[in-house]
């Protein structure tokens, strides 16, 4: 079978956990013995490459606003392009869904999978914070979340606003869905995506994945770490996750707040933190490599996943849970049925809640140790051997309906 994956980004230009998910889910193909070719849209020029056996075909001409509507003529033009070369294609980026939507209309004539890693199916931002706020999503309220979003232009605000219902249609247009969640299903088909045409198959951690000792803690015995890695933007939640440890640090001297992350709000919390009194125990190191990244996950006696929105899946729970840390998430989206019995579940965005939950976490032992021995069989679910083969049986289905 020749698979061809487009997405925007491809390793190493890593925007976020999508970008980690596609490279495990490319080379785990490969490895089976697929043949595979991404097409990115994030070079300087047109450029071929192979990275862990993986063919990487990347163009330029990215742009970082209004994705789905600037990529529309160029993912036309590349799935035409790579017709005759691929049995199928899979879009691995909801920006890039329309113009696949587009070739399917069109008359395209090889089956189309997507994965919905984020909701900008129905969302122009991505976030799907309208449905945390009962927000209508018309015109107006288009154009407040594009022009609430921090150093993005605003040229195309209105354009992509006023198109935005068309684009949204022709997403709905593709062969087959796969939604990293539970979650993720249930809020597309509520808003009008075929639920027959959507097969939950999760994320999935690497074939040959490392085997993490949770005896090399680094950093100092004496001082219990809670960590965050994740963007820093309104969705994630992070200042409910700063006011809380504000409230645990007061009662709780030996504790300290590690945020590994970048985005929009950067500036913003590291305000609060130095309003709220607490710069000398709470540790920002902005944004790090993958494989930096590690030695944050080592330092760490739980992990906090604070989102007020519908987290798709959440990628980082994962990587916790490879280091075997307790887990704390809010209760929306995906999270609280990927830890299972690996963690406690506050309610999103109650500071009081969430306070309760960390002082568990350091109080009770007994608790952190069952939630880290049951963090290893709930991994198990997730692992590329499981779940590689759903995936590959819904590229064989799409391809029989086509015949």
Same mark, same amino acid.
């Given at each position: 079978m020749n698979i061809g994956i487009i997405a925007p980004y491809y390793f190493p230009n890593v925007k976020g956990g999508g970008e980690v998910s596609l490279k495990i889910l490319s080379e785990a193909l490969v490895k089976k013995g697929y043949n595979v070719v991404v097409v990115t849209f994030d070079g300087k020029e047109k450029k071929e490459e192979v990275i862990s056996r993986v063919r990487i075909v990347r163009y330029s001409g990215l742009a970082e606003m209004a994705q789905p509507l600037t990529l529309l003529p160029q993912v036309l033009l590349v799935l035409k392009r790579f017709e005759q070369e691929v049995d199928l294609f899979h879009m691995y980026n909801m920006s890039t869904i329309p113009g696949a939507g587009l070739y399917k209309l069109l008359g395209g004539r090889k089956p189309v999978v997507a994965t919905l890693n984020s909701y900008i199916g129905f969302c122009p931002i991505g976030s799907a914070l309208c449905i945390v706020q009962n927000k209508a999503c018309n015109l107006i309220n288009r154009i407040k979340c594009l022009n609430s979003r921090k150093n993005a232009p605003k040229i195309l605000h209105f354009p992509y606003a006023v198109v935005y219902p068309i684009l949204t249609s022709l997403s709905k247009k593709l062969d087959a869905y796969i939604a990293p969640s539970k979650a993720v299903k249930y809020v597309y088909t509520c808003h009008g995506y075929s639920n027959d045409r959507i097969e939950v198959v999760p994320y999935f951690v690497p074939?040959?994945?490392? $085997?993490? =000792?949770?005896?090399?803690?680094? &950093?100092?015995?004496?001082?219990? $770490?809670?960590? *965050?890695?994740?963007?820093?933007?309104?969705?994630?939640?992070?200042?409910?996750?700063?006011?809380?440890?504000? *409230?645990?640090?007061?009662?709780?001297?030996?504790?300290?707040?590690?945020?590994?992350?970048? &985005?929009?709000?950067?500036? $913003? *919390?590291?305000?609060?933190?130095?309003?709220?009194?607490? =710069?000398?125990?709470? +540790? +920002?190191?902005?944004?790090? =490599?993958?494989?930096?990244?590690? $030695?944050? *996950?080592?330092?760490?006696?739980?992990?906090?996943?604070?989102?007020?929105?519908?987290?798709? +899946?959440?990628?980082?729970?994962?990587e916790a849970l490879s280091f075997q840390l307790p887990l704390i998430v809010s209760n929306v989206g995906a999270p609280p049925e990927i830890i299972k019995k690996a963690g406690l579940v506050f309610e999103k965005g109650n500071v009081t809640d969430l306070v309760r939950k960390l002082e568990l976490m350091i109080e009770n032992d007994a608790l952190r140790k069952r939630l880290i021995s049951n963090s290893s069989t709930v991994l198990q679910g997730y692992h590329a051997e499981k779940l590689l083969g759903k995936i590959v049986g819904i590229y064989e289905r799409v391809l029989e309906n086509r015949n």
């Open positions: 074939m040959r994945a490392r $085997k993490i =000792s949770i005896v090399s803690k680094c &950093g100092d015995p004496k001082i219990f $770490k809670i960590l *965050y890695v994740g963007k820093l933007d309104v969705h994630k939640g992070v200042d409910i996750l700063i006011q809380a440890f504000s *409230y645990v640090a007061r009662c709780h001297r030996n504790t300290n707040l590690i945020i590994v992350g970048d &985005g929009p709000e950067f500036g $913003k *919390y590291k305000k609060l933190v130095y309003d709220l009194g607490i =710069s000398s125990k709470v +540790f +920002f190191a902005g944004k790090v =490599s993958i494989s930096q990244v590690w $030695k944050y *996950y080592s330092m760490a006696d739980v992990f906090v996943h604070p989102a007020i929105w519908f987290e798709p +899946f959440g990628r980082t729970i994962l």
